[in-house]
């Protein structure tokens, strides 16, 4: 039996739509993400026998009919369909997957991702051209529909599934998370028969990237964070130093063009004795890779010493505010004094920080915002990113913005017209169009500053690598920062 996954286009006009990014959008850095979540559901269903089609409209940038036509050459005979969807694209995903139930009747279509997730009951209610969904996460929940299908079963035994039966929707018991993650297949392995890797940007890393997980689920709890809150919950599940090994050792065989690896755990750093694990092995097999990862500002020396000589250079904290009032608020479980300890720690190891920050959470003024500035003009990290607070369905984030009335709940609203991110907050201290000022002006204060300049010049001359990203990433950014 054959099963088409397709993450749908959306806006291919005005380019590549990251669906998978943490807040999916068209990004002015030209960034696109791997749909690695529809990826790793695929590599299941292949596992257990399915033939796979796998169709990522954004990276190619197929619109609606281009997208079509590939179904109709590689999938017209396909029993399930599954599709990727976002927050921001909901009603067009909807709209798309009504499109295949048009065109193939006798298919399951079946939604997967965070928004339907978090909205079944709604999701399912905007047309009734759509199967079911996939709650929370998904690769076992695919599988299983599959076997149904195929077996001719019954689809009440499905954990986790959303489905109709005579035209009532069903909510199936959730399912069990996943524990042992080295039974799914290596992404990279899919990503080498199924995917291009010069279709995807990951603008903090080398090109080409691969980007892989390790693990799933977060500990923390960040309240604004939509995949732990919707998808993976907070207990982090690990793959085994061993199998991580493996995969990186594929893709060293395998992708002799691709010049890094993007570890996109949630907070790859988080349980320490394993991260050791993993840098011991790269040193002893003397694996050449260079590779970069979320880290958590709780990141000690020691291991970031460790992590540099075993290949990583730069680590992606999400600092978000140097008011410890608002990551008390957010429940951020961090400390300012931890974030100045982490910035200093890794230029002491000779690990560079690309720093995110964030305005616009509970207790936000313009003071706190100007702190929040003055502060990561003083850590001087090698890149930093300032963006208003997102808060997607699911999340405390959201709850808090929309009892609150500083939402509307709209999705429509989430992205503009040429698909970038929207700024959907307003709150009474701050309106969506100041956090959005200060934002653009937080980034040209800290880009067009000589100290910065000079700085990506020398890094630059020490590493080729890093002086493209530089070039391209300003390329990108040229007409935000001046507009």
């Known amino acids: 039996m054959k099963v088409c996954f397709i993450n749908p286009p959306f806006k291919p006009e005005y380019g590549k739509f990251s669906r998978e990014s943490r807040s999916p959008s068209i990004g002015h850095s ?42 109709a050459k590689e999938a017209s005979d396909a029993k399930l369909f599954v599709f990727d969807t976002s927050t921001p694209s909901i009603y067009s995903d909807v709209e798309f997957a009504g499109t295949i139930k048009d065109k193939y009747p006798e298919a399951f279509t079946m ?3 965070t928004h339907p997730s978090a909205t079944a009951d ?5 047309s009734d051209k759509i199967d079911g969904l996939a709650r929370h996460e998904y690769d076992y929940i695919v599988r299983d529909t599959a ?12 954990m986790g599934l959303t489905w109709r039966k005579d035209g009532q929707v069903i909510h199936n ?60 919950g907070h207990k982090y599940r690990l793959r085994s130093p061993e199998n991580v090994i493996g995969e990186i050792e594929y893709i060293l065989k395998n992708f002799p063009d691709v010049k890094e690896i993007v570890f996109e755990d949630d907070t790859f750093t988080i349980n320490k004795k394993r991260m050791m694990e993993i840098c011991n092995l790269i ?26 000589k075993a290949g990583c250079h730069l680590i992606i904290p999400g600092i978000e505010s140097v008011d410890q009032q608002i990551l008390n608020n957010i429940h951020k479980g961090t400390t300012v ?27 936000e003024t313009h ?98 690598e890093d002086l493209k990203r530089s070039f391209k990433a300003f390329k990108k950014l040229k007409e935000t920062l001046f507009k």
């Open 122 to 126: 709604e999701t399912m209610g905007i």
């Open 283 to 308: 040193l002893e097999r003397k694996i050449k890779i260079r590779w970069l990862c979320n880290a958590r500002v709780n990141l000690d020396y020691e291991t970031m010493v460790l992590m540099k």
């Open 367 to 464: 003071e706190t915002m100007e702190a929040t500035l003055a502060a990561a003009m003083r850590f001087k990290t090698d890149t930093a990113q300032f963006f208003p607070l997102i808060p997607y369905p699911g999340t405390g984030a959201y709850e808090w913005a929309k009892s609150n009335g500083y939402i509307s709940g709209k999705y429509d609203d989430y992205i503009l017209e040429d698909g970038t991110l929207n700024c959907i907050v307003n709150t009474p201290a701050l309106s969506a169009k100041e956090l959005v000022d200060f934002c653009q002006k937080a980034r040209k204060k800290y880009y067009l500053r000589p100290w910065y300049i000079f700085h990506r010049i020398v890094r630059g001359l020490m590493d080729p």
């Open 111 to 113: 939604l997967v991702g």
């Open 147 to 158: 076997i149904v299908l195929r077996d001719g079963g019954d689809l009440s035994t499905v």
């Open 337 to 363: 004094e931890q974030i100045e300890e982490y910035v200093a720690n890794a230029r002491k190891a000779g690990l560079m920080i690309h720093a995110c920050y964030m305005v616009g959470n509970e207790g």
């Open 30 to 71: 030209g960034v696109l993400y791997y749909p690695l979540w529809l990826i790793y559901a695929a590599c299941v269903a292949e596992k257990n026998g399915f033939e796979v089609v796998f169709i990522d409209a954004p990276a190619k940038q197929l619109n609606k009919e281009q997208t079509l036509e590939r179904v």
């Open 173 to 232: 018991p959730d399912a069990e998370h996943i524990t042992d993650l080295d039974e799914i297949p290596y992404a990279a392995d899919f990503i080498k028969r199924h995917l291009t890797v010069t279709d995807y940007v990951f603008p903090a890393a080398a090109f080409p990237a691969i980007q892989i997980f390790t693990g799933r689920g977060c500990p923390a709890q960040c309240n604004f964070c939509v995949y732990p809150q919707t998808l993976h």
